[in-house]
């Protein structure tokens, strides 16, 4: 069974930082295309990062660029969204998500083109 398990949200105050944490079970997703989305209480779900399959082209939301960093390790089949300076805007539930593309190097935040979803984890930014 293939799945793609988030960890690492909780509660945080403004101005503080979390590092969530995407392990994929079930097929090797090092040649993949990662990508981290968020959806907050009555909102679509938005494009965060992406990242190719060997770390070299990574693209950002504008609204994190300069405070969230994705990064990949592939001999985990683990991908990483290293959020600083968190705003309460930030409050979301995050899920990762693969683009079964192998060695693609267009990173994206086409969500129809990402295959395979998490469950998400919660992140709650306090004022």
């Known amino acids: 069974q293939v799945q793609l398990v988030e960890s690492g949200g909780g509660l945080v105050q403004a101005g503080g930082s979390l590092r969530l944490s995407c392990a994929a079970t079930g097929r090797t997703f090092s040649s993949d295309v990662m990508g981290w989305f968020r959806q907050a209480p009555g909102k679509e779900r938005e494009f965060v990062a992406a990242?190719?399959?060997?770390?070299?082209?990574?693209t950002y939301a504008d609204s994190v660029k300069g405070r969230f960093t994705i990064s990949r390790d592939n001999a985990k089949n683990t991908v990483y969204l290293t959020m600083n300076s968190l705003k309460p805007g930030d409050t979301a539930d995050y899920y990762c998500a693969a683009d079964p593309a192998p060695f693609s190097t267009v990173v994206h935040g086409m969500s129809d083109s990402y295959d395979y979803w998490g469950q998400g984890t919660q992140v709650t930014v306090s004022s």
């Open positions: 990242i190719d399959w060997s770390g070299s082209r990574i």
